[in-house]
C-alpha cells in the first residue's frame, strides 16, 4: 500500500518524484562511493531526459522494485542527463559510465529511432547494451466524425484535404505519418507544436482533423470527445507479436490496426516498402517504447542477477497494481521474450533504413544523417 500511494505521488507532485531517489550529477557522496567498491549496493539509473518526463516517471517507478527485488537490496540513485531527444544522455551512458553492472539507463522511443535510422549525433550502439526489462505503449488516431464517414466510404474518393498538427517528423509521429503512407491518405502535416497535448488542442480547435494520441492521454482526454460525438477513432497503430506481426493493441481490442483498414479498403493485406519501414518504427517505438537496460560487457554475474531481478518484479502482485496507471496496463517483457523482441525491433535492413531516410528527406526536407 505504501509503494502504490509513493506512486501517486510521483505522477502528481515532481518534487515528490525527484524524492523518490536522490537526483546527482557528477556527485561522490558516501553512498556513491561504497556501491562503486562494492558493486552492490548502490544501483544509478542514467534517465536521458529532464525530472517528470515520460521516461523519468517510468525510471523512477521501477527504482524502488529493483531494490526490493536485487539481492542486498541496493539503494538507487537516478541521474537526469537531458538534452537532443535523449541522445546526449544515451551517449553519455555509453561513453562516461562505468560497465560494472550496477549503472543502468532508461531509453524511449526517442533514443530507439535515431540509432536505427544513424542520426549523425548517436555516438552509442543499443546492440552494446543488455535488455533488462522492457514496456509498451500505443496510440489511436482518430478523427471527425464527418471525415471519418468520408474515409469509411473510400479513401481513394476523399477530395477535402486532412490535417495532422505534430511536433517533429523523426520523432513519434513518424509512425503515424508512415500509417498515412501506408493508407495512401492525403494528410498535411503541420509540424512544430510543443507536445502532443498542444496537438490534441488544435484539433479540439479546428485547426487540424485527424490525430492521434498515446494510450493514456487516449484515454483521458479523447474519449470524452469520442462519447461526445465531436471525434471518431479511425485505427490503432498496433503492437507487434512475437511472431512479427501486426496484432490489435491488447488496450485497444475494439478499435481495428492499420492492416485491417487497409485490408477493408483496398481488399489485400497491406505490403512494400511503406508497410515494412512502418511496422519497423511500430516495433522499436511502441512494442519496445521504454527499455531499461545495463552494459553487455558488464560482469555476467550481475546482468544475471538484474535479469532475475526482473522476473521476480513482473511477477510482483504489488508492482502489478501499481502498473496498471504508470504502465499503462500493459505487461512488461523480461529474459529470452524481452531479447527476441528487442532484436526484432532494432534489426532493420538497409534497404528499409535508406527508404525511411529518404521518405523523410522528400517529405520533410530532413536528413536525419546530418542532425
Known amino acids: 500500500m505504501k509503494k502504490i500511494i509513493t506512486m501517486i505521488a510521483i505522477i502528481i507532485f515532481c518534487g515528490g518524484l525527484m524524492a523518490l531517489s536522490p537526483i546527482t550529477k557528477g556527485s561522490s557522496s558516501d553512498t556513491d562511493e561504497k556501491g562503486e567498491e562494492s558493486g552492490h549496493d548502490l544501483l544509478k539509473f542514467t534517465v536521458p531526459f529532464e525530472a517528470g518526463g515520460g521516461t523519468d516517471i517510468y525510471g523512477r517507478f521501477m527504482t524502488p ?30 561513453n562516461s559510465v562505468a560497465p560494472d553492472g550496477a549503472n543502468l539507463l532508461t531509453s524511449s522511443a526517442s533514443s530507439h529511432v535515431p540509432f536505427m535510422l544513424e542520426q549523425s549525433s548517436v555516438d552509442y550502439d543499443l546492440t552494446e547494451f543488455k535488455p533488462i526489462i522492457g514496456s509498451p505503449s500505443g496510440g489511436v488516431v482518430y478523427t471527425t466524425p464527418e471525415n471519418a464517414e468520408k474515409i469509411h466510404n473510400g479513401i481513394g474518393d476523399m477530395e477535402s484535404t486532412l490535417f495532422h498538427a505534430g511536433i517533429s517528423p523523426t520523432g513519434l509521429d513518424l509512425s503515424t505519418l508512415l500509417s498515412y503512407e501506408v493508407l495512401g491518405m492525403d494528410v498535411k502535416a503541420v509540424l512544430g507544436y510543443e507536445g502532443r497535448g ?30 461526445n460525438g465531436k471525434a471518431v477513432p479511425l485505427y490503432s497503430l498496433g503492437q507487434i507479436d512475437e511472431k512479427g506481426e501486426l496484432v490489435r493493441d491488447p488496450q485497444f481490442p475494439d478499435i481495428p490496426t492499420v492492416k485491417e483498414v487497409y485490408m477493408e479498403q483496398y481488399g489485400e493485406e497491406p505490403s512494400g516498402e511503406a508497410w515494412e519501414a512502418y511496422t519497423q518504427l511500430i516495433n522499436a517505438s511502441y512494442t519496445m517504447n521504454k527499455v531499461i537496460w545495463v552494459h553487455k560487457d558488464a560482469p555476467q554475474e550481475e546482468i544475471d542477477k538484474l535479469q532475475a531481478s526482473a522476473e521476480t518484479i513482473a511477477q510482483d502482485s504489488e508492482f502489478k497494481e501499481a502498473s496498471l496507471k504508470i504502465l499503462e496496463g500493459y505487461d512488461v517483457y523480461t529474459g529470452d521474450d524481452l531479447q527476441q523482441r528487442i532484436n526484432n525491433a532494432f534489426n532493420i535492413s538497409d534497404e528499409n533504413k535508406a527508404w525511411i531516410q529518404n521518405y523523410l528527406y522528400e517529405n520533410y526536407e530532413v536528413d536525419i544523417t546530418k542532425l
Open 65 to 94: 522494485y529493483f531494490s526490493e527485488h536485487t539481492p542486498n537490496n541496493p539503494k538507487v540513485q537516478v541521474e537526469n542527463i537531458p538534452g537532443g531527444a535523449s541522445i546526449t544522455g544515451t551517449n553519455h551512458y555509453a
Open 198 to 227: 498542444p496537438s490534441r488542442v488544435a484539433f479540439e480547435q479546428g485547426e487540424s482533423n485527424i490525430d492521434f494520441q498515446t494510450t493514456t492521454a487516449y484515454n483521458n482526454n479523447v474519449q470524452p470527445m469520442i462519447e
